[in-house]
C-alpha cells in the first residue's frame, strides 16, 4: 500500500487544523478541550507549527489520500536535556488496523534521530498498548516506561538511531 509522509506547508496548515479538529474530538474521550466560537477545537500555539524550527506538522497519505496527521516539536526533556516528542499522531478510522499508524511512526522516528519522549493519557487504552507496542519493536525493547507528576500516562523513553541507510559500496579501482 503506497504510504507517504509529507512535511506540511503553510498552504496546507487549513487541512492540519481540520485533521487536528477530527483528531481532538476523539481525544475530548480522554480530556477537556475547549472549542472557539467557529467550532474548531482551539489548540494553543498551532500557528507555531509553521513558523517555529523545533516544529514539524506532517500528513499522512495512503495511495494519494488523506489519511492522517503527525506533530513532532523538540522540548526540554523531562529528565533533562533537549528530546523530540509527538504531541498528536492521528491515523484515519478508515486506514487503522493496517499496520499503518506503526509504519508511519516508524518513518518519524527514522526522520529525527536522537532521544524521544512520547507521552499518551491514561485513559487512552489504546493509543497506551500501540505507543508501547511500536516502540518496543522499533527499539528491539531498549525503552524505559516512567511517569511523572504532572502528566497523566505513562512515558515511554527511547532512543532512535535514524534511518538505516546501507553503506556504499567499496570503491574499485
Not at 524521544?116 to 507496542?133: L, Y
Not at 511523572?148 to 559500496?169: H, I, K, R
Amino acid at each position: 500500500m503506497p504510504l507517504r509522509l509529507e512535511r506540511a506547508t503553510l498552504q496546507q496548515k487549513d487541512l492540519i487544523q481540520n485533521l487536528l479538529n477530527m483528531y481532538l474530538h476523539e481525544m475530548s474521550a480522554f480530556e477537556d478541550f475547549e472549542v472557539a466560537d467557529n467550532g474548531d477545537f482551539e489548540y494553543p500555539n498551532f500557528s507555531c507549527f509553521f513558523v517555529e524550527p523545533d516544529r514539524h506538522p506532517f500528513i499522512v497519505r495512503v495511495k494519494g489520500k488523506v489519511a492522517g496527521l503527525v506533530l513532532v516539536k523538540d522540548i526540554d526533556s523531562l529528565r533533562g536535556g533537549s528530546i523530540h516528542t509527538i504531541p498528536e499522531f492521528f491515523i484515519m478510522h478508515t486506514y487503522r488496523r493496517l499496520g499503518i499508524g506503526e509504519e508511519i511512526a516508524r518513518m518519524v522516528f527514522d526522520l529525527f534521530p536522537g532521544k524521544w519522549q512520547v507521552a499518551v493519557h491514561e485513559h487512552n487504552k489504546v493509543g497506551r498498548q500501540f505507543w508501547k507496542t511500536v516502540i518496543w519493536r522499533y527499539t528491539g525493547g531498549v525503552m524505559h516506561e516512567f511517569r511523572t507528576p504532572g502528566m497523566d500516562g505513562p512515558v515511554y523513553e527511547f532512543g532512535s538511531p535514524g534511518a538505516n541507510v546501507p553503506d556504499p559500496p567499496p570503491a574499485t579501482e
